[in-house]
């Protein structure tokens, strides 16, 4: 059965759970309670009337409008107080769980208000008095992750109270009240797509003064346990409860047992002579300070080192050129038979260079110019000095010559002639005339 409430029923169970829920006035002064939700919300209609109205009656006066809340003297907000506000169409919602630290410390909260159409601005102060309770905190504290609410949603009187109801109903507690909303956004949370209407999601922890409920424990069933880790949904007997209105993560739910809980205390280290105390004002130094000498220190960290890298710098200087040992004292020092055989091997690598400089070579025929025996005139060779001949055949057939002398040659019988190729040669520049003789006796 789904749990329902009338608006009376809610307001008589708003009461009931001690969450303070208050608007927005100036100089106001809220006293919430250590370990209770805390909600003050900031209304747009309060604050227009601290700016100019249109300038025709007529005109729906609907003004973007944006808080900043900080507190008095600092920039930021104290750690146990969050703000939102969705636009500047909407309204802006203070909320969070003051703890017993902050118990009998005013804590004042300037809102400042910007008007987006007129760039003017309103201030106000609230003074938040928080005060100690001794039921609180309860011991038995439940985390629910609820997948289809934003936190703003969720701080509206009316839908916290039907699920606070629902929570009652499930786990029939004496007390009940609701300790903290966090956004999922702020546990690490991906920011939701703008589709099918995504939430981000909301965690809500609630206390209560009696044990859970054997529904909330179906949760640490090891058959659960096991869908959980397979990111499957448990099964849970009262989900039913809460799925008409809210859709809960069972797997993410949280129960803590504070009596059961081992208090974890670090020590801290004590502060050296440069750390300053939590608590108190800085104090500087006094202006009248005593001169100090640093002669000392230039000459430990300057003149020292370089008096170092000056004698080392003469003593290799030495050792490189003053004692060196130079050609007549090596060559007095070697025996004479090495220094015979050294010089008979400088010798006669030089003769061997120099012979090989003027040995005789037979050039290729293509590279030797033709003599032609009729008319005298030597033709060039086929490729010129220059022409790259490394991947060319050293004797190239007839076939090939482009520039070939024919004479004619005399067969023993019949008036028909045989035409021979001849070139002429040379061996280092002298002519070679033996062939070109004999052509010309044919």
């Known amino acids: 059965m789904v749990c329902t409430m ?68 600092y920039p930021d907000r104290p750690g146990w107080l969050r703000y939102i506000q969705r636009t500047p169409l909407s309204d802006g919602v203070l909320y969070g769980s003051p703890t017993a630290e902050h118990v ?26 928080i005060m100690a309770t001794e039921e609180f905190p309860l011991p038995y504290q439940a985390e629910f992750y609820i997948k289809n609410m934003n936190v703003e949603e969720m701080l509206a009187s009316e839908v916290l109270g039907d699920f606070l109801g629902a929570v009652k109903n499930v786990w029939q507690p004496e007390r009940l009240n609701a300790i903290n909303i966090t956004s999922a956004l702020d546990r690490g949370g991906r920011v939701p797509l ?25 949760v640490e069933s090891p058959y659960n346990q096991q869908r959980c880790s397979q990111e499957m949904e448990p099964v849970i007997t009262c989900d039913k409860k809460f799925r008409a209105q809210f859709h809960i993560d069972w797997c993410k739910i949280s129960l803590v047992d504070i009596n059961k809980v081992v208090p ?35 000459l430990i960290t300057l003149a020292v ?17 003053c004692r060196r040992e130079g050609v007549e004292k090596r060559n007095m020092q070697t025996p004479d038979i090495q220094l015979v055989h050294h010089s008979s091997i400088q010798k006669s690598s030089k003769e061997l260079r120099s012979m090989s400089k003027n040995r005789e070579i037979s050039w290729p025929l293509s590279t030797l110019p033709v003599f032609n025996p009729v008319s005298g005139e030597v033709v060039p060779p086929i490729h010129p000095d220059n ?6 055949p050293l004797m190239q057939t007839q076939a090939n010559l482009q520039n070939q002398i024919t004479i004619p040659q005399q067969r023993p019988s019949g008036d028909n002639y045989v035409m021979s190729t001849f070139r002429r040669l040379e061996v280092n520049g002298i002519p070679e005339e033996r062939k070109v003789a004999e052509a010309l006796n044919l």
């Open 194 to 218: 703008p589709i099918n209407n995504l939430k981000e999601g909301v965690y809500v922890m609630v206390g209560a003064d009696v044990p859970f409920s054997s529904c909330l424990r179906e």
């Open 6 to 73: 009338s608006a009376a029923a809610v307001a008589v169970w708003i009461g009931t759970v001690v969450t303070i829920l208050s608007r927005s006035h100036a100089e106001r002064n809220v006293y919430p309670s250590a370990g209770v939700l805390f909600v003050h919300v900031l209304e747009r209609e309060h604050f227009k009337g601290e700016f100019p109205p249109y300038p025709k009656s007529g005109d729906a006066s609907s003004d973007p409008i944006t808080f900043n809340t900080n507190l008095m003297g």
């Open 305 to 321: 080192p370089s008096a170092v890298a000056l004698v080392i710098f003469f003593i290799l200087g030495y050792t490189m050129c």
């Open 387 to 392: 022409y790259e001949t490394t991947s060319m």
């Open 264 to 298: 974890v205390y670090i020590t801290r280290p004590d502060p050296g002579t440069g750390i300053l105390p939590e608590f108190g004002e800085y104090n500087p130094p006094s202006e009248s300070l005593r001169s100090r000498d640093y002669f000392s220190d230039f």
């Open 104 to 129: 009998g410390r005013p804590t004042v909260i300037e809102i400042t208000a910007y008007n987006r159409r007129t760039f003017e601005t309103a201030r106000h102060n609230l003074v938040i008095n």
